[in-house]
């Protein structure tokens, strides 16, 4: 896909699957890339249009996940409060693997938790997830525009987003801008990485960027 469009737009939302139905769930569980995108933007439906089912959260589901997890999709979003992905998803326990940082920046700790996810875990889907109104791109960009040092360690999170500064725009333009490409940034570093790369190439792992509209509820597809 190029440009931005809704995240199922594509993907015959509500469409049947092949998936296998873990022990403890009553649904069918994603187990490729497309199945995964397609139950997140079913789950995204069901959120902003407030019909939430709050899945995989039965006795049986919690005892199952006892001994072992086996999430369908893994997604790397921001540390906003507005923006949990378990929630704009509408997904249970065991069905998602979440890593959060401020404007989903990479770092050894955040890489290592991301290829544990698909390496070790064999997890066919991730999925970057940026956000409208970002605090840390809009920090970003505005110490990009004044020359003012960050306090502590949230200049690292600046600089790692400077490169996506759109400087084509200006105004919250620029920050909206910035807030798509810096999660196709991510996800194109994370593309890059070897082990992921070759997980790709084998058609066993798909990155995909998205961002969320904090307005609308929607998550819509990025690159």
């Known amino acids: 896909m190029t440009g931005t469009a809704v995240l199922g737009t594509s993907l015959a939302v509500g469409a049947s699957s092949a998936a296998a139905t873990p022990t403890g769930s009553t649904r069918p569980r994603p187990t490729t890339a497309q199945e995964a995108l397609r139950e997140l933007a079913a789950g995204n439906l069901r959120w902003r249009t407030y019909r939430e089912r709050h899945p995989d959260e039965t006795p049986a589901v919690r005892q199952a996940l006892v001994s072992g997890q086996h999430p369908f999709a893994l ?30 920046v990479l770092d ?38 004044t020359g003012e040092e960050l306090p502590a360690h949230i200049q690292y999170i600046a600089d790692q987003i400077k490169p996506a500064i759109d400087h084509s725009t200006e105004g919250d333009a620029r920050i909206a801008a910035t807030i798509d490409a810096n999660v196709e940034l991510v996800r194109s570093r994370l593309a890059a990485e070897a082990d992921l790369a070759a997980k790709v190439d084998a058609g066993e792992l798909l990155i995909v960027g998205a961002r969320y509209d904090l307005t609308t509820q929607r998550v819509n597809r990025v690159g």
């Open 108 to 145: 050894e700790a955040v890489l290592g938790s991301v290829a544990y996810g698909a390496l070790e875990l064999d997890i066919p889907l991730i999925l970057v997830l940026g956000h409208q109104s970002c605090g840390a791109v809009k920090a970003a960009v505005q110490a990009d525009q």
């Open 75 to 104: 997604v790397l979003g921001c540390i906003d409060s507005r923006v949990p992905p378990e929630l704009v998803f509408d997904q249970g326990l065991g069905d998602l693997m979440t890593v959060r940082s401020a404007g989903e």
